[in-house]
């Protein structure tokens, strides 16, 4: 067995350009989607490489390194921004109901319709970006990098209930941005 | 005994589904119970819809060529 506390350069260097390197994209995105700065978004993506490669003993190749850089990289976002800035009181929306108790799905959007098959990437990802944060990166998570909710819960550090009721809540609450948009283009076509 | 319908249930069931988070045998129990309700039906197929319109529609931001240069430099430098 390797004594993995005494890996060679040579080897760290393996597992990181083998197993880490490869999710920097997805990475980058989702810094990004945190910070709404590209020079933000890299120094935040780099402190989590740096971060992973100083930690990667504990990695266990072959295990979900994706999972592992996201959280990394969620932590440091927290300790890095969310201390720093002076945010309004963040208002906990779960705290508001039975947790155990989902509430009601929004009426479906019908994504057919002529106005969402003509909205455009940007204008789609400005809805997704008007979310609070915590349900924004629900929702990226899930949807877009397609984390389970065992991941998810993990990498938020909630429980995986609140996972499931955040998410849904995110994307009751996107449905209502697109729907917003519908009606404002629907509005400016009648002029 | 079959138990009645909920559409509430199946809802969230049929959420579940599309996460991934459900085994076979409760993927299959969802799907029968789709097919016995068409107001469920038309809402799966719908939230079917909208997550792929999203996963479609929201761009990805990519880091640049240079940043990742930059990267690699600075691991290999460590
Ligand atoms: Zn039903």
Same mark, same amino acid.
């Given at each position: 067995?390797v004594n993995k506390d005494n890996l ?49 003993h504990s ?133 | ?42 809402? @799966?197929?719908?939230?079917?819809? @909208? ?28």
């Amino acid at each position: 067995m390797v004594n993995k506390d005494n890996l060679s350069k040579q080897d760290k260097d393996k597992i990181f350009n083998g197993e880490l390197l490869p999710h920097a994209n997805a990475l980058y995105n989702f810094a990004y989607s945190l910070v709404f700065s590209e020079a933000k978004a890299e120094d935040l993506v780099q402190e989590a490489f740096l971060k992973a490669y100083r930690f990667i003993h504990s990695f266990e190749p072959g295990s979900n390194a994706k999972a592992w850089l996201f959280q990394i990289l969620k932590n440091a976002f927290i300790n890095d921004y969310r201390k720093n800035s002076r945010q309004p009181q963040k208002v906990d929306f779960e705290e508001f109901k039975d947790k155990n108790q989902l509430e009601k799905q929004a009426s479906s959007i019908d994504i057919t319709q002529d106005v969402y098959t003509h909205m455009l990437g940007d204008e789609v990802t400005n809805a997704l970006n008007r979310l609070p944060v915590d349900f924004r990166v629900a929702i990226i998570l899930s949807d877009l990098e397609g984390f389970t909710y065992e991941e998810i819960a993990k990498i938020s550090d909630i429980p995986i209930g609140t996972v499931r009721s955040r998410l849904f809540r995110a994307r009751n609450l996107m449905k209502e941005e697109l729907r917003e948009y519908a009606k404002e283009a629907g509005f400016k076509e009648m002029r | 005994m079959k138990k009645s319908h909920d559409c509430k249930e199946v809802v969230e069931q049929f959420n579940m589904l599309l996460d991934g988070s459900l085994n076979p045998k409760q993927e299959q129990d969802v799907m029968c119970e789709l097919q016995r309700c068409m107001h469920c039906l038309q809402e @799966y197929n719908l939230e079917e819809k @909208y997550r792929n319109f999203v996963k479609e529609k929201v761009e990805k931001k990519c880091p640049t060529e240079s940043f990742i240069g930059k990267l690699k430099d600075c691991i290999k430098g460590l």
